[in-house]
């Protein structure tokens, strides 16, 4: 049974309420019992606020920013002006801090902050940062990724900038094919992305921004801080933004407005609580991924490749008020640790994550062959009627992490712990008539939309999800005063996929499948300023549940399962790295190798004669190549930074595909087996330099990659291309209650060239060809593509209070 709002809603109100018992309980029973262990002279003192923080806190070494007008003052800890930040798990970490982020535009998501790390490819088609992009690692996409806020699970990349404002985050890690036992990821072949937010502050105060800058962009950011209140122990902030934008390529504009809230709670004995909440409201314009015959003739001044600000009656899809993304999103999680009596501590992390609204385009819909009406009660229609298609998306996502750890020496650590996740993404797809003018009506209004026998049509309305048990272990030893550390450990996943189409006759499809994840990690630390490690584990990716979905036999006139029905993608990594720090010089060195097996591909293929989107199976692939960064401390207040990584990621397998053979359509395979992975560069290139002396600042960063295929038969490559930016600011002094003005001023794309970064939607071949049993493949479409934006720039003014 789904559960209903209702029930969604009841289900994080218990949540948050027994959180925050159960934490007061534990604390309580922790001075109670330290109490009786002392006798009287047991007394408990309240110790000074830094001595508040928590282990994991105190652990981390440096000092992190409470706020965005603050530095992170722990400069041994990060180099290259917080480009890099000195890493000690056993895994390879890239990890970019607050001192680089409070240099970047406030309009930066996630992915544009991570873009010069080596292990990543960015590409986005918005100056605003509102429409979001995508990423790719190692041969493998976003979408192999786990995508986490505060170390709980979020939206894909494309939806990063609805998760928390860039003032409000204090550091963006990405584990490139490494996830820790005790993360909430069910994809990670490709690693995680975890980005952690600001700890409120102790004082009473804020800050506020404004920006300006090109595509008639402007933003608005304001934060107050509660500081301390009074002698509960918590303390907190509230801030909200708000900006728009036009497109930066045709008519268009797009809206967003923000709001995030922190609060945290200290308990004396290390216990705390952490609660962060967000809600997102935005709309879009969708844009146009050109394919490479439509990015030339743009480029070389042939077309015009974008919408059209007037309205066509009989080119409805070509206008631009008929095609948007109306979407909303709450987000809310509440990470609890709590210290216990005799070496016993206990996590828990429970969030809610609800994504809803509708995405429509213009269409002419063909009445001639499908029987509609105007409303439940009105007239036939008839011919190519101008419409809009709507989808209406209701994705609930709910789950919690609790682990419970004891340290059996002062060698060992071991925890046990459990994962329960669950999302269900409802989707009905809704037809209107436009209006005269090219207006667009509400979706859900029955008097513009269309009927068929009395009720409303809907050619799809169904919905698809997952339930996911996870059981997992760990143990962590430390020896030799802390230079070796072993962390070892091993997940079960449990997980149940179902999708339903509510169409007549539609059988519910559904799928269990346990998915075993061992992991090992290795760290020695030679010296003080050299390290060694070694990680080896097991990754999977659970395909889309929409996969399932049931196809209509028009020969038997009943739905019938999808026989292409994919696999988890599962993969075997090993890494072996080298780092080495001192007060001049950071460099880390990750060596890779990947064996996927059942590599996931969203293609088309033909069940019965009948072409079906759906995710297949690729068969394997290998990937393997090293990452390399180096940057240094501040000398005469410049960082340089520089990276590059080497890929060698290969196809071990022909891709199944269809073809015809004496005019029938025959299962064959397409010739693969040793062709390049699609999106896997050769090389990846950075480098980058920053300059603060107090007041005046700045970094320039230029990334390279090189050339990459965008089929899977490698028929058709995307050229290498560059990306470069440039940030200028100076700190004024403050005057009054104002503290900390800041001006910089943001550069994007300074050539202004027109270049493809990424492939919006990859095909099996782009010329017809031959399949491996001699049938005649036809070609499956052009690939599209992701446009860098041109010259922009943002000017921005921020001050504290």
């Known amino acids: 049974m789904v559960p209903t709002k209702t029930q969604h809603g009841r289900f994080v109100a218990a949540i948050l309420s027994s959180t925050f018992l159960f934490c007061d309980y534990a604390y309580a029973a922790t001075h109670k019992t330290a109490a009786r262990q002392g006798g009287a002279s047991a007394k408990l003192h309240k110790p000074a606020r830094a001595a508040v923080r928590p282990a994991a806190h105190r652990a981390t070494g440096p000092v992190q920013s409470h706020g965005a007008e603050e530095l992170d003052v722990a400069v041994n800890r990060a180099g290259g002006g917080g480009m890099m930040r000195h890493e ?36 986005t088609n918005d100056s605003s940062g ?36 860039s003032e409000n985050l204090d550091h963006v890690s990405v584990t490139p094919g490494s996830a820790a036992i005790n993360l909430p990821v069910t994809t990670a072949a490709a690693g995680v992305m975890d980005a ?12 506020t921004d404004f920006s300006y800058g090109t595509n008639n962009m ?24 708000h900006e728009h934008a036009r497109n930066w390529m045709g008519p268009g504009v797009n809206e967003r407005r923000h709001l995030d809230f922190g609060a945290r709670k200290d308990f004396d004995n290390g216990s705390f609580i952490n609660l962060f909440a967000s809600w997102n409201h935005q709309f879009t314009s969708i844009p146009l991924y050109p394919t490479a015959q439509q990015f030339l003739d743009k480029k070389h001044g042939n077309g015009s490749f974008s919408y059209s600000a007037q309205y066509n009656p009989q080119a409805p899809s070509q206008y631009v008020g008929l095609v948007g993304n109306m979407w909303d999103q709450f987000f809310i999680t509440a990470p609890v640790h709590v210290v216990l009596p005799s070496r016993f501590s206990f996590d828990f992390k429970p969030y809610y994550v609800y994504n809803g609204g509708y995405s429509y385009n213009g269409s002419l819909f063909d009445a001639n062959s499908t029987a509609v009406t105007l409303g439940p009660n009105g007239g036939a229609l008839s011919g190519q009627v101008p419409t809009t298609s709507t989808y209406s998306i209701y994705r609930p996502h709910a789950g919690a992490i609790a682990q419970l750890s004891y340290q059996i020496n002062r060698h060992n650590t071991v925890s046990l712990g459990y994962w329960f996740d669950y999302q269900d993404n409802q989707v009905n797809n809704l037809y209107s008539v436009v209006g005269p003018e090219g207006q667009k009506n509400y979706p859900y209004d029955a008097s ?30 430390r020896y030799f005063d802390n230079r070796l550390q072993v962390d070892a450990g091993f997940k079960v996943s449990m997980i149940n996929r179902y999708s339903r189409n509510y169409a007549n006759g539609a059988p519910q499809m559904q799928e269990n499948t346990v998915v075993p994840l061992p992991q090992l990690g290795i760290g020695y630390k030679i010296d003080d300023n050299n390290q060694i490690y070694i990680n080896a584990e097991g990754d999977y990716r659970m395909p889309d549940p929409g996969a399932l979905s049931s196809v209509y036999d028009a020969q038997t006139g009943r739905y019938v399962g999808n026989p292409y029905n994919a696999k ?17 010089l950071m460099v880390d060195l990750s060596l890779f190798n990947y064996s996927i097996t059942n590599r996931l591909v969203d293609t088309s293929v033909y069940v019965n004669n009948q072409a079906v989107s759906t995710t297949i199976n690729a068969g394997n692939q290998t990937a393997r190549g090293f990452d390399a960064m180096i940057a240094a401390h501040p000398i005469l207040h410049f960082s340089p930074y520089a990276s590059i990584e080497y890929l060698n990621a290969s196809m071990d397998s022909n891709m199944p595909t269809t073809g015809t053979l004496n005019g029938t359509t025959v299962a064959d395979l397409l010739q693969t087996k040793g062709k390049r992975a699609v999106m896997s560069p050769h090389v990846l290139a950075n480098i980058g330099m920053t300059y603060d002396d107090g007041k005046l600042f700045g970094s320039f960063a230029v990334h390279y990659t090189s050339a990459q295929y ?16 440039i940030a200028v600011g100076y700190r004024f002094p403050g005057f009054g209650f104002v503290k900390n003005p800041i001006f910089r001023l943001n550069f994007n794309n300074i050539t202004g060239s027109l270049v493809r970064t990424g492939a919006y939607g990859l095909t099996n071949n782009a010329h017809a060809t031959t399949g491996v049993y001699g049938s005649a493949v036809s070609a499956s479409g052009a690939p599209s593509y992701y446009l860098y934006p041109r010259f922009n720039m943002t000017g921005t003014l921020s001050v504290s209070f």
């Open 196 to 207: 952690g937010t600001i700890t409120p502050d102790h004082k009473f105060g804020g800050m």
């Open 448 to 477: 513009h939309g269309l009927f068929q026998n009395g009720a409303r049509y809907m050619p799809y309305q169904g919905d698809s999800g997952w339930y996911n048990h996870s059981l997992f272990v760990r143990n962590v030893s």
């Open 568 to 584: 988890p993608q599962y993969a075997i990594k090993e890494e072996l790295g080298w780092r080495f720090n001192n007060k001049y």
């Open 130 to 165: 509102i429409l979001g992009g995508t990423l790719n690692i190692r041969s493998l996409t976003d979408s192999d990724m786990g995508i986490l806020l505060n170390g709980v699970p979020v939206a894909t990349a494309y939806y990063l900038n609805q998760n928390v404002d």
């Open 88 to 123: 000690t798990a056993p895994h390879a970490v890239q990890t970019v801090t607050k001192r680089f982020i409070a240099m970047q535009s406030p309009t930066s998501t996630a992915l544009d902050l991570v873009k010069n790390l080596p292990s990543v490819s960015v590409s």
């Open 218 to 241: 402007s933003r608005e950011f304001l934060r107050v801080n509660s500081g301390d209140i009074g002698n509960t122990g918590l303390r907190g902030y509230l801030s909200f933004s």
């Open 710 to 725: 965008t089929t899977f038969l490698n028929d058709e490559k995307m050229p290498g291309y560059f990306t470069d930016s």
